[in-house]
């Protein structure tokens, strides 16, 4: 048995010495010298140029297989795409800061036969100085004719480059929108565009925009979206009625309310309901709200003669009569499933 050890032990010494002498694989290495480059404060509409050096340190030839730029940035070999071992090479690198403003950060890819890194991953970051600046870029009225909803909403414009500019017209997309400019009182306030919603606006969501157009030649007009939701003058919720399941015998009542948005003086004049429903109404904030309740006055005779265990589907309509003239009236579904429970 020790013969044996012996012997297998000897074997791995031997085996360990010959793939101590074999030679490594050559393979390429690619070493840039710096992987970012900061370009500081630029001006808009310039082109911006660096140029990262690298080299072969492997002990093979490296080969630049793609180089890719994220949106802004274009990358370029300054050198052949493919290093003798020891030999360097150059990737120039161009960010045009005509569509940006403020801190910008890009990338570039570098991908090459290296095995180990295969992607290398140069950064570039940019402080552009914009010849023109509109904030927000987004406007939000909310719920259109609530007290919490914005009577109007502004957007401030101005040069951080410090250029002389005039807005010359600020464009809405739709009718219900109104764009007013206000001219700076002094040179240093900036220009404000004032964004109302006039008119009739349609029920519901809406999505618009302001077109602000300058007299600066380069500058490119600024779109600014416009968002918010329209609500009804009055409002019925739930618009529907659910009361499950509702055994014969029992007294069941479900509430919705009816509400004046925008306005004041709401009166439901009249119900109209089936007479196995039973309706009442209350007026719970003068003017603003009411409260209508809901009852099954006949699921008994809903249910009829149908065996214990079987069910009916009650789906009636009721109508409420507002003084509204833009509804005048509102109807509500009702839905239950009146079942003998015995």
């Given amino acids: ?151 109007e909403l502004v957007v401030k414009a101005f040069s951080p480059s410090g250029k002389k500019f005039k807005i010359v017209s600020a464009t809405p997309s739709a009718d219900y929108l109104k764009a007013e400019i206000v001219d700076p009182q002094k040179d240093e306030d900036p220009y404000q565009v004032r964004v109302t919603v006039a008119g009739n606006p349609p029920t519901g969501m809406f999505n618009a925009t302001v077109l602000i157009q300058t007299d600066l030649e380069k500058t490119r007009p600024i779109t600014i979206s416009v968002t918010g939701n329209v609500l009804s003058r009055t409002e019925v919720t739930p618009p529907k009625i659910f009361f499950g399941v509702v055994c014969t015998g029992d007294t069941v009542s479900r509430s919705l309310l009816v509400k004046a948005n925008s306005w004041e003086g709401l009166k439901v004049e009249k119900v109209e309901s089936p007479d196995c429903l039973t309706v009442a109404t209350e007026e719970t904030k003068p003017g603003k709200e009411w409260k209508v309740t809901v009852q099954i006055k006949d699921a008994a005779a809903k249910a009829g003669d149908k065996p214990a265990g079987n069910s009916t589907m009650l789906k009636e309509k009721i109508k409420l009569f507002l003084n509204d003239p833009t509804m005048r009236q509102a109807e509500v579904m009702v839905y239950a499933l009146v079942r003998d429970c015995k």
């Fill in 1 to 151: 048995m020790r013969k044996g050890c012996c012997v297998v032990a000897v074997f791995a010494v031997l085996l360990q010495a010959a793939y101590a002498g074999e030679a490594p694989a050559e393979a390429p290495k690619i070493q840039f010298e710096s992987l970012q480059h900061d370009f500081g404060q630029v001006a808009q509409f310039t082109p911006n140029e660096h140029v990262f050096k690298f080299k072969n340190e492997g002990t093979a030839i490296l080969r630049i297989e793609r180089v890719h730029a994220n949106c802004g940035c274009t990358a370029a070999l300054v050198s052949q795409d493919s290093l003798e071992p020891g030999e360097a090479g150059e990737l120039k690198v161009t960010f045009n800061s005509q569509d940006f403003a403020g801190e910008v950060h890009k990338s570039v890819t570098v991908t090459s036969n290296d095995p180990e890194r295969k992607d290398v991953i140069l950064q570039i970051k940019a402080n552009v100085i914009a010849d023109l600046v509109c904030t927000p870029l987004a406007l939000n009225f909310r719920e259109v004719g609530t007290a919490n909803a914005p009577s």
